[in-house]
């Protein structure tokens, strides 16, 4: 281990710094898969060599089968290592106390007093129990349960609202690979503008970019045996097949044999040197095999221009993978192990309350204004929704600061959870009616909407007006028809 060059380190926060490689504990549910369940003393014996070697840092989750409790039991035995760990709450209603018992019970399986990391993910943004969980967390995070905060699969509109509204993440965990390409565009500037870091799974696309399936013929149903393989496949078929990945997966391998070093080191070296990248994951079966050797060559690795140029060559053979970060766990096609969410959420409850009254369906957002002035968030009259004009409010809270971009997609979640409260989709909508306090903010507010209605196209009218709260920057109301 001696011999081992020493993975390069980078501070996410003045007292939180990583390995620059993050050794993921997904691999472990999958491990357990079937009711097994692994040894919990002789698998954190299994991270001491990480450790020794320079990989301090592990990432893992709640729903990660015993990881926590294997990671809680190496930290007990002295082990030193920085935690990254996942709260990932099912689709419905966040309490405080939910959340409260959600990190009580990740530091009792950590055995700690504060988790170094605490990443979040929402399964979807029209509800807006997700900002719930994150201000619920900003609280323990001030108590000093949680050390800092992070989100996990946000796409970039949403990560920008919770940064607006003054929710202090220092990562994004995303999916992020020479396969897979969504995170360097809006998310990496907007990442890069506001000092928070991406860490990048999936690099090595569950084991298919490496020498293992260099120049084989596409693996069969029964080769993609772990999630990891399942969910990679999917993507690749996304971007075109087999073939135009294989072209990719060449070009890696010329690299990676011009510099003596495996694919697998040029595919991470790759990602790390994307300028909003703090680290990138890379897999273990923990006491099945190990890959420390050759994953600390990726730290005497520089690619040159020529390199880059090669690699860039051959994945503009692929197609883009559609959408943003994490839509492919929010909108088909899913790129999941199962090719939909059946084993993640169960349902998906209505994002607000409805009432029936006399013959309509009322929704009601539970702002202060609807009681004070006597209306409803939307209504629907047979096939038709009619939505109120809208603001970035939640409860009592202002929601996206002055970011008016922010403000705007907030305002679209909210008309977007209504329409689902009464059966509706944003895809049902025909008109929209912006409102801006600021005639200056129009661009950047139609930018907004385009982003959320351009594959629907409404008809639309955007005016500058006096708008009735201060906060506000931006109001929209809706009419749909199912």
């Not at 999941?336 to 957002?365: I, K, M, N, W």
Request: proline share 5%.
């Amino acid at each position: 281990m001696a011999s081992i060059p020493r993975p390069e380190r980078r501070q996410l926060a003045p007292d939180l710094d990583v390995s620059r490689i993050v050794t993921g504990l997904w691999q472990v549910a999958d491990m357990e898969r079937g009711g097994r369940q692994l040894d919990v003393e002789a698998a954190s014996a299994a991270m001491g060599p990480y450790v020794q070697a320079g990989f301090s840092s592990f990432d893992m989750a709640d729903h990660y089968g015993s990881a926590e409790e294997i990671a809680g039991r190496f930290v007990a035995g002295g082990g030193p290592a920085e935690i990254l760990t996942k709260w990932v709450p099912d689709p419905g209603p966040i309490s405080r106390e939910m959340v409260r018992a959600a990190v009580t019970r990740a530091l009792r399986r950590l055995r700690r007093e504060r988790i170094d990391l605490l990443q979040f993910h929402a399964w979807r943004f029209s509800d807006p129990a997700w900002l719930d969980a994150l201000f619920f967390l900003e609280e323990l995070r001030g108590e000093g349960l949680v050390g800092h905060l992070g989100a996990v699969n946000f796409d970039t509109a949403h990560l920008r609202v919770a940064v607006a509204s003054g929710i202090k993440l220092v990562s994004n965990q995303v999916a992020f690979s020479l396969l897979d390409r969504r995170a360097a565009g809006r998310m990496s500037a907007f990442c890069r503008d506001h000092g928070v870091q991406l860490i990048a799974y999936g690099v090595l696309a569950g084991g298919f970019l490496t020498e293992r399936w260099l120049d084989r013929p596409a693996p069969t149903e029964a080769e993609r045996a772990t999630w990891s393989e399942m969910k990679s496949h999917r993507f690749i078929e996304a971007t075109g097949g087999w073939e135009p990945f294989q072209a990719l997966a060449r070009a890696v391998a010329a690299v990676a044999q011009k510099h003596h070093v495996s694919m697998a080191n040029v595919a991470c070296r790759a990602i790390l040197d994307e300028p909003a990248v703090g680290a990138v994951i890379v897999g273990a079966r923990l006491g099945e095999r190990s890959h420390l050797e050759d994953n600390a060559r990726v730290f005497s690795l520089v690619l040159d221009d020529e390199d880059r140029r090669s690699i860039t060559t051959a994945a503009a053979g692929l197609k883009p993978i559609p959408g943003d970060c994490g839509d492919e766990y929010r909108r088909p096609p899913y790129l999941t192990a199962t090719g939909d969410l059946s084993q993640h959420v169960q349902s998906f409850p209505p994002p607000y309350q409805t009432r029936e009254s006399g013959g309509r369906t009322l929704c009601l957002s539970g702002t202060p204004w609807e009681p004070l002035a006597g209306y409803a968030r939307a209504v629907r009259k047979g096939a038709r929704i009619s939505v109120s004009g809208t603001t970035a409010s939640h409860g009592s809270r202002a929601i996206g600061g002055t970011d008016a971009a922010a403000q705007t997609h907030f305002v679209i979640d909210k008309l977007e959870g209504a329409l689902e409260s009464l059966g509706g989709r944003l895809e049902d909508v025909v008109r929209t009616r912006v409102f801006v306090r600021r005639i200056q903010d129009w661009e950047v507010v139609a930018r907004a909407h385009g982003e959320r209605f351009g594959h629907i196209q409404p008809a639309n009218t955007l005016v500058e007006g006096a708008l009735v709260s201060e906060d506000a920057l931006v109001e929209i109301e809706a009419e749909a028809e199912l």
